[in-house]
């Protein structure tokens, strides 16, 4: 691999062992996908909790510690919320040990989002930057509707990344690696939000690792929709960047997302497609429900508000924990608006900093969960004894109210 003066003074551990492990780290990733070069990044997005830090070699850590980034670096969600703690069962050891991590982390400069949307709380980057980031949702979502650059990397690879500002110039970095591959032709609409999760549920499991373009999809189309498609494209699939013909950035038209190639495969999906993703992600468990998560990926303002708008004047049924997730910046201005104070007086929670799957903690003595996400569905039942109920906001708060699914009210 082609190498610059300066990264070459950092591979042979000219800036200290932190930069020499960071440079040999990202050039032996390069290597591994042909990788000719190194490009540079403007921006990063790093995993910091407790869970993760232990992955770091201990020597290089403690270099990492007592230095500052190259690049304006964000960190992503980890495994803690930033309060409630105690309602989501961290024990108080643990607490502590994340307090202290996230002191570590403001020394170093780090912008503490702690949301897997961290696009919703300031991390912008411009279309076309090159960036590092985890996160498959995250991923997605740079990738696709800001027209970022990243590939879907891991937590060492983010970390190399925002210590020498660079990262392996290859996949998603290059025009070549962002051209469409799978078309996928819509013939369902107008779409609400759970079938656009179930949809890319559906066509993730086809499309795997290819870039999906789709057609059909109206320019209408909301950045929550959005949000919601990706985060489904890389939970059933390794989908890291997708097209929307006429929507996204880099797919003015049909042409322009392939490249000017032919597509290798075509798809179409209608109701019934969308329905069976949706179905996927139930297990026919009982009806009685027990916990309904809300907010995978985290919540905007808006989704938070029709929550609220849901749950006026209501209550959360006395067998039933409900908890919405939201990034802390969402959850302060829904604090101003009055937003949160709705979803508490109805006996809802609303978190932030993390959620079921990254803390691995639900409330205790759940058989039954519902939630509106398709990847939480999917994970969660992966890591806890649980049913699963997927379906709209709509449903998961007549549960949250009735204790049932499909119930009405």
């Known amino acids: 691999m082609y190498l610059t003066k300066e990264e070459e003074k950092m591979y042979r551990g000219e800036y200290g062992l932190t930069h020499e492990w960071a440079m040999k780290f990202l050039v032996s990733y390069g290597e591994a996908f042909n990788a000719e070069r190194l490009t540079r990044i403007s921006s990063a997005g790093v995993s910091w909790s407790v869970w993760t830090m232990g992955k770091i070699p201990e020597e290089v850590y403690e270099g990492l510690t007592r230095m500052k980034m190259a690049v304006p670096t964000y960190t992503v969600a980890g495994g803690m919320p930033d309060a409630h703690w105690k309602e989501m069962g961290i024990s108080k050891e643990d607490w502590e040990k994340q307090v202290e991590s996230t002191k570590t982390a403001k020394s170093m400069g780090f912008i503490l989002t702690e949301t897997c949307a961290p696009y919703l709380a300031g991390w912008i980057p411009i279309k076309g930057s090159h960036i590092a980031t985890v996160e498959s949702s995250c991923i997605a979502y740079f990738n696709s509707v800001f027209g970022a650059r990243t590939h879907r990397d891991s937590f060492p690879s983010c970390f190399a990344s925002a210590i020498t500002g660079r990262t392996p110039y290859f996949g998603f970095h290059t025009e070549r690696g962002r051209m469409g591959n799978l078309l996928v032709k819509v013939e369902a609409e107008p779409l609400e939000q759970v079938d656009y999760e179930a949809l890319g549920y559906y066509v ?60 290798k495969d075509t798809i179409s999906v209608g109701k019934e497609e969308i329905k069976h993703g949706r179905d996927l992600l139930c297990t026919g468990g009982p009806e009685k429900v027990d916990f309904v998560m809300l907010g995978c990926p985290h919540y905007t303002v808006k989704q938070l508000a ?19 997730f939201a990034p802390s910046a969402v959850r302060h201005t829904g604090d101003v608006m009055g937003i949160t104070d709705v979803i508490k007086k109805a006996g809802g929670l609303v978190l932030s ?48 109210i009735t204790g049932q699914w499909g119930d009405r009210q």
């Not at 949000?227 to 997708?242: C, E, H, I, N, R």
């Not at 029709?306 to 919405?324: C, F, I």
Request: proline share 7%.
């Open 204 to 263: 993730g499991e086809i499309a795997g690792l290819d870039v999906p373009v789709f057609t059909g999809i109206p320019r209408e189309v909301e950045a929550e929709h959005l949000k919601g498609l990706g985060a489904a494209l890389a939970t059933s699939g390794g989908v890291g960047l997708y097209h929307i013909v006429g929507v996204t950035p880099e797919a003015p038209t049909l042409k322009a997302a392939f490249g000017g190639e032919k597509p």
């Open 306 to 324: 029709r929550v609220a708008e849901l749950l006026q004047g209501k209550k959360v049924h006395r067998d039933v924990t409900l908890w919405v």
């Open 353 to 400: 900093g993390t959620c079921p799957c990254g803390a691995r903690k639900i409330p205790p003595n759940t058989k039954v969960m519902a939630t509106d996400a398709a990847k939480q569905a999917h994970y969660a039942t992966a890591y806890f004894p649980v049913d699963m109920w997927f379906g709209s906001v709509e449903e998961c708060v007549n549960a949250a």
